[in-house]
Every structure is written in C-alpha cells, then in structure tokens.
C-alpha cells in the first residue's frame, strides 16, 4: 500500500525559508511524477510544484524564482525548498504521486508565514 509522509510545515516570517519533505513508500518510485499541492480552506487545491523521473520541472506562477522542487529516488523523496515566503504562501501543503490515472497524496502538512 502506498503511504506518502510529508514533513516540515512550520511557522515562517514573511522573507524566511522553509524546506518541505515528503518520503514514498509502497510505490515504485522512480516511475511516478512527484508534486507539491496546497489548499487554503473554501479554495481549490492548486499545483505548487511538479517534478517527472527525468527532472523535469513544472511550477505555479504564484512561486515561480522562489520555491525550488527536487528529488532523491534513492531515498524516495521529494523536497520543496520555499525561499522568501508570503503571507499568501499559507496553506495546508500536500504531497502527490501521479503515475497516468494512479494518483497518490499525502496527509498534508501546514505552513503558516506570518510576523
């Protein structure tokens, strides 16, 4: 069964940095396109982040030049490095695996950037 575990949501200033991780299990993970989402309560869930098996990367136009995705498929993991926060950056962060119609996600984990 697959199982993704997100870590690393925190209270942030506006400015400061925070690194979001999200390690697979149950999946083979070198196959799967690998994304951050979020969703702030009453609004849809939006693509943050997208990275393929290759390398390739996808990004809102929101965090574009400031949020960075990588991956590790050693370590079946997902990194979001979240660089000069916002306010408007707060949201419930969920990971996600999505092979063709397969599509996996996390529990989620929160960010709130407030001073």
């Known amino acids: 069964q697959a199982h993704l575990v997100e870590s690393g949501g925190d209270l942030v200033q506006p400015g400061g940095s925070l690194r979001l991780s999200c390690v697979a299990s149950g999946i083979i993970f070198g196959r799967y396109v690998m994304g951050w989402y979020r969703q702030i309560p009453g609004k849809q869930r939006e693509l943050v982040a997208a990275i393929t098996s290759g390398g390739n990367t996808t990004y809102g136009d929101s965090v574009k030049g400031r949020f960075t995705i990588s991956r590790d498929n050693w370590k079946n993991m997902v990194v979001l490095q979240m660089n000069e926060v916002k306010p408007e950056d707060t949201a419930i962060y969920y990971c996600?695996?999505?092979?063709?119609?397969?599509?996996?996600w996390g529990q989620g984990t929160q960010v709130t950037v407030s001073s």
């Open positions: 996600n695996a999505r092979l063709f119609r397969t599509v996996k």
